[in-house]
């Protein structure tokens, strides 16, 4: 947050502390008359717009319990401003305090610890040279509105605790229940020993216990009261003698550097007694319940938007800068393997010159060599070896051993008609194998057209296998259509011969 400054208030002078990380520094030192007020404004003039917060640290500050409703929002508001206006005749520094709920039958309500200082006049001009001089307040608080915060710091969290501690005000008390205020009080001391300050603590703790039990804050049966006492530094050894605990109260003290380094002060101006402490929380954790109006705080709720404003422009910023950088690398990693692939094909185009130089010297240009070699790839392609058609053709033969092979030829070209089972791979046009299978019958009975002609057609059916198609068949014996036996029927100059058959066979190339 950086600078922030704290005018520390008490009823005779009046402090202007610099709170800067872990340091309290004592800027400026006023009196509470109207000399001191003159200086004050003097101060805030040559600082201009600073940053402040106010710690009162006043006698007669009034506590009184409420309870209201269960409501919530601008409803909430309205109540509670109306029930302190009826506690208070100046509601300019009054605070309403949430102490949680209770059931009351079968409604909800809400109690509330109504506070404000009993002589309003005297921190007035103080506040209105603050306005005056544009600083931006954060917020007008008291030293017992930090007591939940301290007793949190110094471990005791949860109990009915009662802290007591010496400022410049005198000797304060303020009583915390489940980390909420209930009640203090400020009672003037004067220069003493530390026995006799020792033993002027344990009085006051009694009398204010009394007081709470009358009060019905405290039950007067249970277990005894923490008491926390902040000692003065050095003087831890004389209070703990004095302050034995008893069946009421259970005493426990600290040393104020020890205080110090557990709410995270490391140097605190010299002289500066408990009040150093309270000043620390305001700067750094101030508790969200204040004194000032919505109206005062005006400035340093704007100063609170315009930091968030930037600080969110600044990570938009970082982020699209990370953005930026990320895409930034990806582009040199892309440029620098562009590099190398240009690299790699200059390589390889230089190795190319180097082997294309060996090669002999020929009378055509690269490209037409090229074209060759695509061309003679492409004819290799659609070329194909006779084993597969002889070995397919040897296999049916061996389940027709009735047929006799007496030619048989290869070929590759494209089908002159089509073939005889119509929706098959082979088409006329098409570049396939063909393969024709010129043979006879040998069968006893020669004179058995019908069978001889059945014997043919099963074996050009079993040659259609294999990814094969029937392109043409010529058998030994085919009937006109004016009902005339024509064909291979054993007369001529080779009369008893065995009736003679061609089959024409083609598969397509892949």
Not at 6 to 11: D, E, G, R, S
Not at 222 to 250: H, K, Y
Not at 293 to 299: L, Q
Not at 318 to 346: K, N, S
Request: with cysteine; aromatic share 8%.
């Amino acid at each position: 947050m950086g600078t922030k400054r704290l005018l520390y208030f008490t009823a005779e002078d009046h402090y202007v502390y610099r709170a800067r990380g872990s340091s309290l520094e004592l800027e400026a030192k006023f009196t509470g008359d109207d000399f001191g007020v003159t200086a004050f404004r003097e101060h805030l003039r040559r600082q201009g717009r600073a940053l402040y917060a106010v710690l009162a640290d006043l006698a007669g500050e009034d506590f009184h319990e409420e309870s209201i409703p269960h409501l919530r929002g601008s409803d909430r508001d309205v109540v509670v401003q109306r029930r302190l206006a009826q506690r208070y005749r100046d509601t300019r520094l009054a605070a309403a305090l949430s102490l949680g709920y209770a059931m009351a039958g079968e409604r909800r309500n809400e109690r509330l610890l109504l506070t404000s200082f009993t002589n309003t006049q005297s921190l007035g001009p103080w506040l209105d040279a603050l306005e005056e001089a544009g600083t931006r307040l954060a917020g007008v608080y008291s030293v017992p509105l930090l007591a939940p915060a301290l007793a949190a710091r110094l471990g005791m969290k949860g109990e009915r605790t009662l802290i007591v501690a010496a400022t410049r005000a005198g000797l304060r008390q303020c009583y915390v229940d489940q980390n909420r205020l209930r009640f203090a009080r400020l009672e003037r001391t004067v220069e003493m020993v530390p026995q006799a300050l020792a033993m002027f603590v344990r009085s006051e703790t009694q009398r204010l216990l009394q007081y709470l039990v009358t009060l019905r804050a405290l039950p007067r049966e249970g277990a005894p009261v923490q008491v926390l006492v902040v000692c003065p530094p050095g003087q831890r050894a004389p209070f703990e003698q004095a302050l034995a605990s008893d069946a009421n109260l259970e005493f426990r003290t600290v040393d104020l550097a020890a205080a110090a380094k557990a709410v995270g002060l490391r140097r605190a101006p010299e002289g500066t007694a408990a009040e150093a402490l309270y000043l620390h929380l305001a700067a750094r954790k101030p508790p969200a319940e204040q004194f000032a109006s919505r109206e005062e705080r005006r400035r340093f709720f704007i100063w609170q938007l315009q930091r968030g404003v930037v600080a969110a422009g600044a990570l938009g910023f970082a982020g699209c800068a990370l953005y930026g950088g990320a895409q930034w690398l990806e582009a040199v990693g892309i440029r620098e393997e562009a590099a190398a692939q240009r690299a790699g094909a200059r390589q390889a185009q230089e190795q190319y010159e180097r082997i294309t130089a060996t090669f002999p010297v020929t009378q055509t240009s690269a490209e037409n060599m090229k074209v060759t070699v695509v061309e003679f790839t492409r004819l290799a392609r659609e070329s194909a070896l006779p084993e597969s058609a002889f070995l397919h053709v040897s296999q049916v033969l061996g389940e027709f051993p009735q047929m006799n092979l007496e030619a048989l030829t290869w070929s590759i070209g494209r089908p002159g008609e089509p073939g005889a089972e119509k929706g098959k791979a082979v088409r006329p046009g098409d570049l396939s194998v063909i393969v024709q299978i010129d043979g006879r019958v040998n069968v006893t009975q020669r004179n058995d057209y019908r069978a001889i002609t059945g014997q043919v057609q099963g074996f050009a059916a079993a040659l259609a296998r294999s990814g094969y198609q029937l392109v043409r068949a010529q058998l030994p014996f085919d009937v006109t259509s004016e009902g005339t036996l024509s064909g291979d029927i054993g007369t001529g100059p080779d009369t008893g011969r065995a009736p003679r058959f061609t089959i024409t066979i083609a598969k397509a190339l892949p």
